[in-house]
């Protein structure tokens, strides 16, 4: 039987993050809203939409264990209205449970999760990643955010490398698609599972990057790793990661956006990577 860890503590005041991502049962029924803190440009952002499934799974009765690998589908924009969650137990192991929830809206599938969870025993341990260089956190001034979707409001950008310049035409050569950036929530919040998840789709579309431009985009698919569990996280005690995200190819409409969660202290938290549509 795998052992049950503790949920988050949301304390008295309940941070715009957990409110956005909060969960109710209505009459037998999973049930949440989207809020407009998190609004993207036709939806609440992906991230904050994914942190409400895995949230389904965490605060599940049979739920056993950490999230150790995560993919959502993001099949339609979800809207204002409320929605449901099916979270159900597929199969469970010694070790491992697996997981799917599906996000019901106006009779149809917006998104849907499957998720590993297991729990982590002590082994053989070795990074072999290492940290990217970067300033300290205080020494790097955050992203101004007050003309960009409300979900961006959300949270601190402050970047070491590849800062988006994005101006009325396009670049005149395609530049690199690289960032490296401290990222934190605008209203400070411990890091913890949710908050990844989320963070692993905050960062910018890359595209953005490398035309100089915004243009139509739309994640597809998104994938986390953890490589960190409960444990883990409270050791770190931390309100803030450091995030490097890159990509590969732009082809057809499709690119991939890959990228890393460290924690001040070097630990390695999160991988993730994307499928992301573009108009261009």
Not at 20 to 35: D, H, N, P, Y
Not at 145 to 167: K, L, M, N
């Amino acid at each position: 039987m795998l052992e049950k860890t503790p949920s988050t503590d949301l304390g008295d005041a309940v941070h715009p993050f957990d409110r956005a991502t909060r969960i109710s049962r209505v009459e037998g029924k999973l049930q949440g809203v989207a809020s407009a803190d998190y609004f993207a440009f036709v939806g609440p952002f992906g991230g904050a939409t994914a942190a409400t499934l895995l949230r389904a799974i965490i605060e599940h009765p049979e739920r056993a264990g950490d999230p150790l690998s995560v993919t959502v589908n993001f099949c339609a924009p979800v809207g204002s209205a409320p929605f449901e969650l099916d979270a159900r137990l597929l199969k469970a192991t010694r070790s491992t449970q697996h997981w799917m929830v599906e996000l019901v809206q106006d009779g149809g599938v917006a998104a849907f999760m499957t998720a590993v969870f297991a729990v982590r025993r002590p082994s053989w341990s070795h990074q072999t990643a290492a940290m990217p260089e970067a300033p300290p956190f205080d020494q790097i001034k955050p992203l101004p955010t007050s003309v960009i979707a409300p979900w961006a409001q959300q949270y601190q950008f402050r970047f070491v490398e590849g800062a988006p310049q994005y101006g009325k035409a396009s670049n005149d050569h395609p530049a690199s698609a690289y960032s490296r950036m401290w990222l934190s929530d605008t209203r400070p919040r411990r890091i913890d599972f949710l908050s990844l998840l989320s963070m692993s789709d905050t960062f910018f579309a890359r595209i953005f990057h490398v035309l100089g431009a915004i243009v139509p985009i739309g994640t597809v698919s998104m994938t986390t790793v953890f490589h960190a569990d409960s444990a883990d996280l409270a050791a770190e005690n931390t309100t803030m990661v450091l995030g490097a995200a890159d990509a590969n190819i732009f082809h057809k409409s499709f690119s991939d956006q890959t990228g890393q969660l460290w924690s001040p202290g070097g630990r390695l938290l999160a991988t993730t990577s994307q499928v992301v549509y573009f108009k261009a």
